[in-house]
């Protein structure tokens, strides 16, 4: 009866609803449309997918007919049929009518957007960078008994609030996003240091401020992710000013419990993963893999620049000090010729140059900042979010997935067993027990189906978060090429003025100087 579907085959609901969704300038149904009128439903993303794509011809319309059918397949599945069109092809009674309410309530449909699935991010970039925006600076050094403290001033932009922390208050913020949020990439925390004085090459002021940096790069991570901006956890640690955070932060975190339990799309992810979900992941690893090998390359070699530019500051700071010595030097000058020996005059003028070496100076100090500033900290940034996500993709194969391998293998040994007790029959006791016991590991082996799946569909979302954030690589090369525009402009200036002034220092009575360089 598929085929015969017409104006007179089917209910006049079928036609109210045609006229309340179809086009104003045709009477086809944009396909986005009808999965709006599929979304009304109480059906299954599953079914509802299997609806859409026995009705959706490619072109991106449905013709009245194939609404029809759409609607037909609805109202049949809503009665807990199977949606094939062969239910259609042998159909005789009088099509059933959906439940989708009156067909004036679905004339807005035409108006809404498309619903996003819910495994698909669509933020942007700058919508993820302007969520937040942390600063942690460190706060005048507390002397214990016997040691000193390093404690962090956490200031946050969006809560405009700022709070005290010490180190051991990021650790257990840090264990604990990890207990709630074993699917997700949670960055590490930067090592701490317990035995003072065990340095290798950098001194202990330095490690304390790469520490902090890192620190920086943790909380703004965090706080712009997602599903973590809008935790309980995190406002807490931004936000919570008494004197026991880490207890605070524990009672939130037994009151939220871990995602899986908390999200509402945990038991239906299958039904919103691809198909070749595997392929996807294993595909997105590698490239993820050689994305983040790369960004550690650039990183180092922005890192020699930036420590370039700062050596580069003193060797021209202390080129103008020894200027300055050597000009300083009041000595007599002997008189070995008829002349007189112009050294007396020359050394006078040597010793103010030492003002435009120290300007030079500053001016490579302050490249080498913004270099390490506005560079290597962005990359930082970038490879903290990477690593983080390859160690997800380890918690994934080491954790959820291991643990249902052994689960099902579990499984098998109790079937065996079960199977022995039932050849060779032993006391019923024992044969009960062991039953039960295959029950309990069945439940088991589901809910680690449903975390399986949920992992995956967490991992799906957590690689469109990397590739969103892959854009950030025009950021790093755009203050890359600024900082270096800004920084060969500020000291060209000051080396034409030196020029200028060598000109007028050592030019001769004629207006002639001698060569500043070879010809």
């Known amino acids: 009866m598929a085929a015969d579907i017409n104006e007179g085959s089917v209910p006049s609901y079928y036609r109210e609803v045609h006229q309340a969704i179809c086009s104003r300038t045709d009477e086809r149904v944009p396909i986005g449309v009808f999965q709006r009128v599929l979304s009304r439903t109480s059906l299954s993303t599953t079914v509802q997918n299997q609806i859409a794509e026995h009705v959706n011809n490619g072109d991106g319309f449905l013709s009245k007919v194939s609404l029809y059918k759409g609607l037909a397949l609805i109202a049949l599945a809503q009665q807990g049929k199977p949606p094939s069109p062969k239910l259609l092809d042998n159909f005789i009674q009088e099509f059933p009518k959906p439940q989708l309410g009156e067909p004036k309530e679905l004339q807005t449909l035409k108006m809404q957007s498309v619903q996003e699935s819910p495994l698909n991010l669509s933020l942007t970039l700058a919508e993820l960078l302007k969520k937040e925006n942390i600063k942690v600076e460190l706060i005048p050094e507390k002397k214990g008994l016997f040691l000193k403290h390093v404690e962090y001033q956490v200031t946050s932009e969006r809560f405009t609030v700022s709070v005290y922390r010490r180190y051991n208050d990021f650790d257990i913020f840090h264990e604990l996003l990890l207990q709630r949020y074993a699917y997700r990439v949670v960055p590490a925390l930067p090592p701490k240091r317990v035995l003072k004085g065990v340095l290798t090459s950098m001194t202990e002021r330095e490690f304390i401020e790469g520490r902090r940096r890192a620190l920086g790069r943790f909380l703004n991570l965090v706080a712009r992710h997602p599903v973590f901006s809008e935790d309980e956890l995190v406002k807490t640690f931004l936000t919570f000013s008494g004197s026991d955070v880490q207890t605070k932060l524990r009672d939130a975190c037994k009151k939220l419990g871990d995602e899986f339990m908390t999200c509402k799309y945990a038991t239906q992810a299958k039904d919103y993963l691809p198909a070749d979900v595997q392929s996807q992941f294993s595909s997105s690893r590698e490239l993820i893999r050689n994305i983040h090998n790369s960004f550690q390359k650039l990183r180092d070699r922005a890192e020699r620049m930036a420590e370039r530019s700062k050596e580069n500051a003193t060797d021209l700071l202390m080129f103008g000090k020894e200027l300055s010595s050597l000009g300083s030097d009041e000595s007599p000058v002997p008189i070995l010729a008829s002349c007189k020996s112009p050294w007396a005059a020359l050394r006078r003028s040597v010793k103010g140059l030492s003002v435009e070496f120290s300007l030079l100076s500053e001016k490579a100090a302050q490249q080498g900042r913004r270099e390490e500033d506005d ?70 082996i589901q809910a680690m189906e449903l975390r399986n799946y949920f992992s995956l569909f967490c991992l799906h979302q957590e690689s469109q978060l990397i590739f969103t954030y892959l854009l950030i690589t025009s950021h790093i090369l755009g203050a890359f090429v600024d900082s270096q525009v800004q920084g060969h402009k500020e000291m060209g200036e000051v080396w034409q003025d030196l020029h200028s002034k060598l000109k007028s220092l050592f030019g001769d009575g004629n207006g002639q100087s001698p060569p500043l360089s070879p010809k």
């Open 375 to 444: 560079v290597v900290e962005k990359l930082n940034l970038f490879l903290d979010l990477l690593q983080s996500y390859r160690d997800l993709c380890e918690r994934h194969e080491k954790g959820v997935l291991h643990e249902h391998h052994r689960a099902l293998q579990k499984y098998g040994v109790m079937k065996r067993q079960m199977l022995s007790a039932t050849v060779k029959p032993k006391e019923q006791v024992s044969v009960e027990q062991l039953e039960s016991r295959i029950v309990q590991q069945e439940n088991a």
